[in-house]
């Protein structure tokens, strides 16, 4: 699975931005979905994921209620719509992909094989 991040910017705080990773490979449909992010000086942390049906998201309690993981399997994409964006949010976004993912690994890094380039969000103050 090659995956493909875009949509990052630089937007006000309280604006809100939308994430699209592309991937190509058939197995995608398989694939559990994951956003993470890496701040200037931190570590990666998880952001989102979305199981491979779609039908179960996870997130971070630092963006729970403001930002929202989707999936379309037929256009192998994943998004993330970021709203009501704060600076403590200005990351580097990176999605993320992997196979057979058990629910206690959702939210860690190793658990993923698979990783797109990246896309830089920026919020002002």
């Known amino acids: 699975v090659q995956l493909q991040a875009s949509g990052g910017g630089l937007v006000q705080a309280g604006g809100s931005l939308r994430l699209s990773c592309a991937a190509s490979?058939?197995?995608?449909?398989?694939?559990?979905m994951g956003w993470f992010r890496q701040a200037p000086g931190k570590e990666r942390e998880f952001v989102a994921a979305?199981?491979?049906?779609?039908?179960?998201?996870y997130y971070a309690d630092s963006v729970k209620g403001r930002f929202t993981i989707s999936r379309d399997n037929a256009k192998n994409a994943v998004y993330l719509q970021m709203n009501t964006l704060k600076p403590e949010d200005t990351a580097v976004y990176y999605c993320?992909?992997?196979?057979?993912?058990?629910?206690?690994?959702?939210?860690?890094?190793?658990?993923?094989?698979?990783w797109g380039q990246g896309t830089l969000v920026t919020v002002s103050s």
């Open positions: 490979g058939r197995t995608f449909s398989r694939e559990t």
């Open positions: 993320a992909a992997g196979y057979g993912i058990i629910l206690t690994s959702v939210r860690t890094v190793r658990a993923y094989d698979y």
């Open positions: 979305i199981w491979r049906s779609g039908g179960n998201t």
